[in-house]
């Protein structure tokens, strides 16, 4: 088994989570993502993990150092999908491998080609890589999953099992996970208290 970390940000209300689930053959996302989610995706013997980032920069996330790859997912439906596009470069462009995914294709004026130039203009790099996706009507979704796992054998990042042994960081991020997951149970255990003195 071989196994990958994967970062997904971009503005909110992108699609990014659309994204995954059309990746996973689920159905379009209805809620926006509060807190950073960890998601998991088989493409034959390779398992990604992708940290699906919330939109919404006032929820607290922490950057995954962890994750040798970014996706950064842009809203073709907007008049102007590039709003934030330097800041979310900022924040993983030591990324060996950055692969923007334009969300949305089924609703914007836009074409492949004037948004690679503008994201290779703004950013000032030379090879865009860059898919036009569309969770709604799966457009891409197949090629880019095709893509992407070709992608990351190539560039030499996938690794055997657990990255642990790549990375000795993992443990940690791993750590806070669970350590998010106790204080979010507490919590919902204090909610599950409150509302039954109430009753
Ligand atoms: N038409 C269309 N709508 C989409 C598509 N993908 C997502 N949506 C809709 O766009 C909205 C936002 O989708 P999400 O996947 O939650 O977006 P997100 O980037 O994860 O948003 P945050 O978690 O808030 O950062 C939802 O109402 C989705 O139903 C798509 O490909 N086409
Ligand atoms: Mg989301």
Redesign the pocket.
């Known amino acids: 088994m071989k196994q990958t970390r994967i970062l997904l940000i971009?503005d909110?209300?992108?699609?990014?989570?659309?994204?995954i689930n059309a990746l996973c053959n689920e159905s379009?996302?209805?809620?926006?993502?509060v807190y950073q989610e960890f998601r998991k995706i088989q493409i034959d013997k390779l398992q990604i993990l992708i940290y699906?980032c919330?939109?919404?920069p006032s929820k607290e996330y922490n950057i995954q150092q962890t994750a040798l790859v970014a996706v950064v997912?842009i809203n073709l439906e907007h008049q102007n999908p590039f709003l934030y596009l330097e800041y979310h470069h900022h924040l993983v462009k030591d990324k060996p491998l950055i692969i923007f995914i334009g969300?949305?294709s089924?609703?914007t004026h836009h074409t492949y080609n004037v948004i690679k130039q503008q994201i290779s203009k703004i950013l000032n790099i030379q090879n865009v890589i860059l898919y036009f996706t569309?969770?709604?009507n799966q457009k891409e979704i197949a090629k880019f999953k095709e893509d992407l796992s070709q992608l990351l054998y190539q560039s030499g990042l996938v690794f055997d099992d657990d990255l642990q042994t790549q990375n000795p960081n993992v443990s940690y991020i791993e750590e806070q996970d669970s350590q998010f997951l106790n204080k979010w149970a507490q919590f919902l255990n204090c909610c599950c208290a409150c509302l039954k003195k109430d009753e």
């Open positions: 971009g909110q209300n992108t699609g990014k989570t659309s994204l379009i996302a209805t809620f926006p993502t699906d919330p939109g919404n997912a969300c949305k089924d609703r569309s969770a709604l």
